[in-house]
């Protein structure tokens, strides 16, 4: 199984994409906003405080794809079905392969998020003056 077959037949990839796309779309359209009203600065505070929650849950999701991988790579070991070799080389890498598209997605947010945070002080600072 190639590499673009793992991701689209693997659930949590999936939700690890979902999770990402939803928090660079919020992120961006926060960065992107033009405008120092207070409703921009409200909106962005309330973000500022959900978005962080749920970037942290992208590689934790990936460690969650990782354990069910395994646990399925130690029930095929079980039953015998397939040469020890392949299933350990093939099944464990497939496991791992969530880990690291979480930990991937997770790195752009934390730089968006803070882009975020520096334009809010910005934004505040500016507003004080």
Not at 9 to 31: E, H, K, R, T
Not at 86 to 112: F, N
């Amino acid at each position: 199984m190639n590499a673009t077959q793992q991701v689209l037949s693997n659930p949590v990839i999936w939700l690890i994409l979902g999770l990402a796309l939803v928090c660079y779309s919020i992120l961006m359209q926060l960065i992107i906003a033009k405008g120092t009203t207070p409703d921009w600065l409200s909106k962005t505070a309330s973000w500022l405080h959900t978005l962080p929650a749920m970037l942290s849950a992208l590689p934790l999701l990936g460690l969650l794809g990782t354990i069910i991988g395994l646990l399925q790579t130690f029930a095929q070991m079980a039953t015998g079905d397939m040469d020890i070799q392949q299933l350990l080389s093939g099944s464990i890498a497939d496991a791992m392969l969530t880990t690291e598209v979480g930990l991937l997605m997770v790195i752009p947010g934390w730089i968006m998020l803070s882009a975020l945070q520096r334009k809010q002080q910005q934004m505040e600072l500016h507003n004080a003056q």
